[in-house]
């Protein structure tokens, strides 16, 4: 990562707009923090991806402190062709003011691991397909020569007259994350490897979180109403699953049994923390008390899961599993983790 920030910090010299892609769901904890002060020097868009898996209303607090600050911020979804589209298009209305002087631009697109960098660039190559014939679009943009910077860049071509080329770059993090809780929401997200903090230990973190929130109580709603004669999930035809099942698949629907089964299991999981929480009397905002409570979500989420009683560390490991892929895949809902700045602060 280290080699990789310096090329980062190479190129950038050479850019003429950055796109600066941070997960929706942490807008302050997804910046590398190493390259800000390089990154707020240039024209530069932060771009808040996975904003179907982001709460919305939080979300528009969030693009609202960035545009406070004069930073140009929009939030996107890097599947979404169109939304991708609208990022370009407000990528050219920043590049309007060079254009008469500048024959080829250059849009360099950065950012930590697993915000979904390589799911834009993808799909800016859709765009950029349908836009220019073949040659054109898959010409590579000559820059350089720097030290340690490859001559020949490979770039989609977005735009024509004056040529405009969107730079890939690889995702680095700082070399060391001294905020504890910043390193816990990367991890959480993705941008960090479970296995360098541990499932079981982000699975607490997160539960932390939704309890000192109180976010369970919201679900209430999802409970009451229903018809007492509806079919309880367990009544359903189960088919056999594993945590694949859990994610999003693109290449085929799954069978009604398997949607009933699913949706069934993610109530039942929101039905035990929503009980575990209500139930509870002690202080959320107490170390011990919480840790208390989160124990009793464990044993409660291990019935909800269906997970079977084995060795404690075994099913406590698959617990949190299961629990953290419901999170990570928008099945508990929408969430964001950073809290919205009331006071000043940096980007």
């Known amino acids: 990562m280290a080699a990789a920030t310096r090329a980062i910090r190479s190129r950038l010299k050479l850019s003429d707009l950055v796109i600066e892609v941070r997960d929706a ?10 390259l800000q002060p390089q990154l707020s020097a240039k024209r530069r868009i932060i771009a808040l991806n996975k904003k179907d898996l982001a709460n919305p209303n939080v979300l528009n607090k969030w693009t609202h402190h960035f545009e406070s600050k004069k930073q140009d911020c929009v939030a996107i979804n890097a599947h979404s062709r169109s939304s991708v589209k609208k990022l370009l298009d407000l990528v050219e209305f920043k590049l309007k003011e060079v254009i008469a002087r500048e024959p080829t631009l250059l849009v360099m697109v950065v950012g930590v691991p697993n915000v979904g960098k390589s799911a834009l660039i993808n799909s800016v190559h859709q765009i950029a397909a349908t836009r220019f014939p073949v040659q054109d679009r898959l010409k590579r943009a000559t820059v350089g020569p720097l030290p340690g910077v490859t001559q020949d860049i490979a770039g989609f071509k977005i735009a024509h007259r004056p040529s405009i080329y969107v730079l890939d770059s690889p995702g680095v993090l700082v070399p060391n994350i001294p905020d504890i809780e910043t390193g816990l929401k990367l991890a959480l997200s993705g941008s960090v ?7 079981e230990r982000l699975a607490q973190y997160f539960l932390a979180i939704l309890n000192t929130r109180g976010t369970p109580l919201h679900w209430k709603y999802l409970f009451e109403g229903r ?13 056999s699953y594993n945590l694949k099942d859990l994610r999003h698949q693109r290449s085929k629907q799954p069978d ?8 069934g299991m993610i109530s039942e999981v929101q039905r035990s923390l929503y009980t575990t929480l209500s139930e509870f009397d002690g202080d959320t905002e107490d170390e ?17 899961l269906k997970v079977s009683t084995r060795a404690s560390s ?9 629990f953290l892929t419901l999170f990570r895949t928008g099945r508990l809902g929408p969430f964001i983790l950073d809290d919205v700045p009331e006071t000043d602060m940096s980007l």
Do not use: T
């Open 288 to 304: 011990n008390d919480l840790e208390c409570l989160i124990e009793q979500q464990f044993e409660a989420l291990q019935k909800a």
């Open 314 to 322: 075994e099913a406590r490991l698959m617990v949190s599993k299961k």
């Open 256 to 263: 009604s049994s398997a949607v009933h089964y699913v949706g």
């Open 25 to 34: 769901r942490i807008p302050l904890s997804s910046a590398n923090e190493d």
């Open 193 to 199: 490897k479970d296995s360098v903090v541990g499932e």
């Open 227 to 239: 018809n007492e004669g509806s079919a309880h999930p367990d009544s359903i035809d189960k088919p």
